[in-house]
């Protein structure tokens, strides 16, 4: 597996840099964002958003996890990704990138967000055959995907038990 040391930054022409950073690292800083996202997105009404940072820790610590940061000109954080990176349980001949969260603040989304991913996901095919991302039904970006070469295979219904 691929280290998840900090990589080089990749300066973009709209005030942004894309990098690969330690998640660990990364976690504080993205607070403020993971409850932005979560109430932007609010998929599971009576939920709290209460991550589980040690089990985040063991798979970053793993090589599972990897974390992905969208910097501003003033090195703020503006988006971030976390990716899960492992053999697949159907299709173990393969290794899948499976994102467990993408989120960019709205003022930096469109052409700077596509560019996020499209970083990303050249960074990721270096060692992975499959990227698998998820869209919410209030966010859902899945257009803006499929015109990247995504195609969808499949949706995700959940039931809350008490709901």
Not at 16 to 38: D, F, P, T
Not at 66 to 74: E, I, S, T, V, Y
Request: hydrophobic fraction near 45%.
């Amino acid at each position: 597996m691929e280290s998840t040391a900090p990589g080089p930054v990749v300066e973009q022409p709209l005030a942004v840099s894309y990098q690969v950073e330690s998640l660990l690292q990364l976690w504080g800083e993205a607070q403020s964002l993971l409850r932005a996202h979560a109430a932007e997105v609010g998929c599971l009404p009576g939920l709290e958003l209460q991550p589980d940072v040690d089990a985040y820790g063991r798979g970053a610590e793993s090589g599972y996890l990897r974390a992905f940061a969208m910097r501003g000109h003033r090195a703020e954080l503006v988006g971030y990704c976390a990716m899960g990176v492992s053999r697949h349980l159907h299709w173990s001949q393969t290794v899948w990138a499976i994102q467990d969260v993408l989120y960019v603040v709205p003022e930096h989304r469109g052409i700077a967000a596509v560019d996020f991913i499209r970083w990303m996901d050249a960074h990721l095919f270096r060692e992975v055959n499959v990227i698998a991302r998820h869209v919410t039904l209030l966010n859902d970006f899945g257009r803006t995907l499929e015109r990247m070469g995504y195609r969808e295979i499949e949706k995700t219904y959940v039931l809350v038990r008490g709901s």
